[in-house]
């Protein structure tokens, strides 16, 4: 690797922590190169020695890795388990435990979850600016009224964070509680919260599509390698 690449970057690909968690390192003088404490923003090439806590840092040699998860209900998108719920990585191998999700999908929703170690194409996904589509199939506790519907569709709905606006569609004629939801912005449980100011309750929330990745038959807890 000749070319500059951010410190934290690095840190943050072969260690599995998060850029901002690997500028604290750096802040806390735990990062050292070339014998001297690292800095903030310092950029590194190959020929750089590269050490945290004593453990040297390998500089990046491979490809970036990418993978598509069909996430069952019940499991939550961390690495530590909160309470009795099991982590998505119970259910991949040890290779892939230091990718982090790209979104999420809370502990009852299932669907297509990307995972990468890949910060850039992380925010390419997950920023509103580059308007990256998702879809979900969503199953209401009653039937979904036309008013609300329009509201949903054409007005949005106002959340304490902001207006909430998505697009239905139908998944059967004649079918008022399964609807087909796409969205490009994914603030926190944002489609549970909209249907609930509107008294509803989702009681099934499934992705299909993010981008340009579907799930399409891949089973539940089954993965595969993608390319972007």
């Given at each position: 690797?000749?070319?500059?690449?951010?410190?934290?970057?690095?840190?943050?690909?072969?260690?599995?922590?998060?850029?901002?968690?690997?500028?604290?390192?750096?802040?806390?003088?735990?990062?050292?190169?070339?014998?001297?404490?690292?800095?903030?923003?310092?950029?590194?090439?190959?020929?750089?020695?590269?050490?945290?806590?004593?453990?040297?840092?390998?500089?990046?040699?491979?490809?970036?890795?990418y993978i598509?998860?069909?996430?069952?209900?019940?499991?939550?998108?961390?690495?530590?388990?909160?309470?009795?719920?099991?982590?998505?990585?119970?259910?991949?191998?040890?290779?892939?435990?230091?990718?982090?999700?790209?979104?999420r999908l809370?502990?009852?929703?299932?669907?297509?979850?990307?995972?990468?170690?890949?910060?850039?194409?992380?925010?390419?996904m997950t920023?509103?600016?580059?308007?990256?589509?998702?879809?979900?199939?969503?199953?209401?506790?009653?039937?979904?009224?036309?008013?609300?519907?329009?509201?949903?569709?054409?007005?949005?709905?106002?959340?304490?964070?902001?207006?909430?606006?998505?697009?239905?569609?139908?998944?059967?004629?004649?079918?008022?509680?399964?609807?087909?939801?796409?969205?490009?912005?994914?603030?926190?449980?944002?489609?549970?919260?909209?249907?609930?100011?509107?008294?509803?309750?989702?009681?099934?929330?499934?992705?299909?599509?993010?981008?340009?990745?579907?799930?399409?038959?891949?089973?539940?807890?089954?993965?595969?390698?993608?390319?972007?």
């Amino acid at each position: 690797m000749s070319d500059l690449i951010r410190l934290n970057k690095l840190l943050a690909h072969q260690t599995g922590i998060s850029r901002r968690e690997a500028d604290l390192l750096i802040e806390q003088g735990r990062a050292i190169v070339n014998g001297k404490p690292a800095e903030l923003g310092q950029q590194v090439t190959a020929t750089d020695l590269i050490s945290v806590d004593g453990k040297s840092i390998q500089h990046q040699t491979a490809a970036y890795t990418y993978i598509l998860f069909h996430k069952p209900v019940g499991y939550v998108c961390s690495r530590r388990a909160q309470g009795d719920n099991p982590t998505i990585y119970d259910l991949l191998p040890a290779e892939y435990h230091t990718l982090k999700p790209v979104g999420r999908l809370d502990k009852d929703s299932s669907g297509l979850l990307l995972l990468t170690d890949d910060g850039d194409f992380a925010h390419r996904m997950t920023h509103p600016s580059f308007h990256k589509n998702k879809a979900y199939e969503v199953t209401l506790d009653h039937a979904l009224e036309p008013l609300h519907r329009q509201m949903i569709s054409d007005c949005g709905v106002d959340l304490e964070d902001g207006k909430s606006q998505l697009q239905l569609e139908r998944i059967q004629e004649g079918n008022d509680t399964d609807w087909k939801v796409v969205m490009h912005e994914g603030r926190n449980r944002q489609i549970r919260r909209t249907f609930t100011a509107l008294g509803y309750t989702v009681t099934r929330l499934h992705r299909t599509n993010f981008g340009t990745y579907e799930l399409d038959e891949l089973p539940a807890g089954k993965f595969t390698t993608v390319s972007v």
